[in-house]
């Protein structure tokens, strides 16, 4: 809504402009001697005005002001007043013969500046002007309404300034067609969109409570009642599908709007349009569909406890069989406050899917997470379009549906991470079986891959996996560089690293080894390296250090084998996605705290036996998380040994 509005009062001379502004002001009528020819730009403060908004009033004089000055104030304003004098015809036939034709040629012939007749020295007659009026307001779209009124007598003066900014504030034209006598198709699709968002069971009707809840956010104040039974039967007299089993249909939702617009009571709608985020072009506005949210270098974003439970709430609303799982149907359906389906054909083979190739409550979180760390706009967006706002009405904005991660450097040095989720970059030769890697995060194994549809293959592949007994979700992003080795600085900004090279193929690990050296060696990103193919048979590679001695020598993991015959090793998943919660510093494994802490009191209590492990350290760089979990539960029963071991040494 504007923030203040300004209204342009022309006219033909003589036909008391000038008295109309300066009776507004004084609430009386001047003497003719002291009416100048033009009243100065007046401001009427925001708290005296019905709608708490500064209203500015512009006097117009073809004595003191040329055509083109005439033009430039007419595309200042926002509501133009053409006032005319109801006991002279001739100024009535100058609204179409001139001012109305001289507006639009300022402003175009689309414009969308509400125009208000003002019928002044309604004194001086004893009949209405209206029959003369209203042809020329069914021939011009643009005019709002009629106010007849009298500077001498001061009526009506207060209603013509208060009409001309109803219609800046709450107008007539983006809403309804009086010319086809209904709803506009904007203004059709916008109501729709809150209809749906409102009908929280997902049965095509408000009940009562949906229809109090929607008074209550949209008016704040409840609706009682007996008032709520009298407009269901307001609605049930004129249109019998309006209201179907005691609730609200659509129909009868479309109807209750165009009957407060036929009534003149266009500030409801409008109300209820601003309450869901439109403006004044029922577009939703940049601020409820992108709210502020600082996100820092090093931070990243995450769908936070609130933003999970929206969204499960959601899916549930809209899995109509409460299969677990959402149909192409019930999919377009959840998205339909949407412009469009933000989700492409691609998704399917991104998240975890059915037997059926539907997404489910799984997947479909999944998803959510993707979009959420890669394009936090176009999450931020889609829940402004599905109602965020609405349904979690105690939050201000959808920024509360999103957690901010503190910055990966701080995760460095305390040699862990509080994120949960982690993104990893798989990099390898064509052909190496990346694509296998990637759905078999999703539990699709090669005869499953074959029935896929390779159109709509997709480079990434989300799911969760179990990182020491807390879900985290892994996000794998498939890089193919084909015959260079360079990456750019985005792909070089993950949080774990998967090199994969084939097993069968001696020309494949040579890059892995190329891109490690060049690209990671030095850096802070973790890496995995994956042998794929290996229920085929191995060869010797084309590499002067074969794979599991070039862990060895940079301190990586052991080569991880993968075959996509049956179903892929999750192993491999876990682990890469513990290597993100638990990064490395300088080369150097992080394990689970607690077994960091209590090989730290090992190592007090029996000095040369750490030695020892230093040098098995080189050949075994990899704890697995069977082993932390199981130093984690003996944690009590370790240090009860160490303490007595120290005691006995002294």
């Known amino acids: 809504m504007r923030r203040d509005v300004r209204i342009l009062l022309v006219g033909e001379p003589g036909v008391g402009k000038t008295s109309l502004i300066l009776s507004l002001v004084s609430e009386e009528f001047p003497e003719e001697v002291s009416v100048p020819a033009r009243a100065e730009e007046i401001t009427i403060p925001a708290d005296v005005t019905p709608e708490k908004v500064p209203t500015h009033i512009v006097d117009y004089s073809v004595q003191e002001q040329d055509e083109e000055e005439l033009e430039e104030e007419i595309l200042r304003c ?379 293959i997709s480079k990434f592949a989300v799911n969760t996996v179990q990182v020491y007994g807390q879900e985290k979700y892994l996000l794998l992003h498939e890089i193919d560089v084909g015959i260079s080795d360079r990456l750019s600085e985005e792909d070089l900004q993950c949080d774990v690293a998967c090199l994969i090279y084939d097993i069968s193929d001696p020309r494949t690990f040579e890059y892995c080894a190329r891109m490690y050296k060049r690209h990671f060696e030095k850096s802070p990103v973790p890496c995995l390296l994956v042998a794929s193919k290996s229920d085929l048979h191995p060869v010797r590679q084309d590499h002067e250090v074969q794979p599991t001695q070039f862990c060895i020598e940079h301190k990586l993991p052991a080569p991880q084998t993968l075959s996509v015959v049956g179903r892929a090793n999750k192993d491999i998943y876990i682990k890469l996605a513990t290597l993100a919660a638990y990064p490395i510093v300088k080369g150097v494994y992080v394990l689970h705290p607690a077994a960091v802490w209590v090989k730290a009191k090992l190592r007090d209590a029996f000095p040369q036996r750490h030695m020892k492990n230093i040098q098995m350290q080189k050949k075994n760089v990899w704890v697995t998380a069977g082993i932390c979990a199981a130093v984690s539960a003996a944690l009590g029963f370790t240090l009860y040994r160490i303490l007595k071991a120290t005691t006995s040494n002294r």
């Open 78 to 456: 926002h509501v133009v007043c053409v006032v005319y004098s109801v006991d002279e015809q001739e100024s009535i036939t100058q609204i179409t013969d001139k001012w109305l034709p001289l507006i639009n040629k300022a402003l175009g012939p689309d414009h969308q500046t509400p125009v208000i007749l003002v019928g002044n020295k309604a004194d001086l007659v004893e009949l209405s002007s209206m029959e003369s009026i209203i042809p020329i307001m069914n021939e011009f779209a643009e005019v709002e309404t009629c106010v007849e009124c009298s500077a001498k007598t001061l009526k009506n003066i207060s209603e013509v300034f208060y009409y001309a900014q109803k219609a800046v504030l709450h107008p007539t034209g983006p809403l309804y067609s009086a010319e086809d006598k209904e709803l506009k198709p904007a203004c059709k699709r916008a109501l729709c969109r809150i209809f749906a968002i409102c009908d929280l069971d997902n049965d095509g009707v408000l009940n009562d409570h949906e229809l109090n809840l929607f008074q209550k956010r949209s008016f704040n104040v409840p609706l009682q009642q007996q008032a709520l039974e009298d407009v269901k039967a307001v609605v049930k007299k004129n249109i019998t599908e309006g209201v179907i089993d005691n609730g609200l249909s659509l129909i009868g939702f479309l109807f209750l709007h165009t009957l407060f617009i036929q009534r003149g009571r266009h500030e409801t709608t409008w109300t209820v349009l601003r309450k869901f985020g439109y403006d004044d072009n029922l577009e939703l506005t940049p601020e409820y569909l992108y709210p502020r949210l600082h996100v820092g270098i090093g931070s990243s974003t995450e769908l936070s406890h609130f933003g999970f439970q929206f969204l499960t709430t959601l899916f549930d609303k809209y899995d109509k069989d409460q299969d677990g799982a959402l149909s192409p149907t019930e999919l377009e359906n959840l998205f339909s406050t949407c412009p469009m389906n933000p989700w492409g054909p691609d998704v399917n083979m991104t998240v975890p899917t059915n037997d059926k190739n539907w997404i489910t409550l799984q997947g479909y979180l999944s998803q959510w997470t993707l979009t959420t760390l890669l394009d936090l706009p176009r999450t931020m967006e889609n829940l402004a379009y599905l109602g965020y706002r609405y349904i979690m009405a105690e939050h201000e904005s959808q920024v509360s549906a999103i957690h901010v991660t503190r910055d990966k450097k701080l995760d460095r040095e305390k040699r862990q991470t509080t994120r949960n989720v982690f993104f990893c970059n798989v990099i390898g030769p064509r052909g190496v079986g990346k694509t296998a890697f990637l759905q078999g995060l999703l539990g699709k194994d090669l005869e499953t891959q074959k029935e896929l549809n390779l159109e709509h």
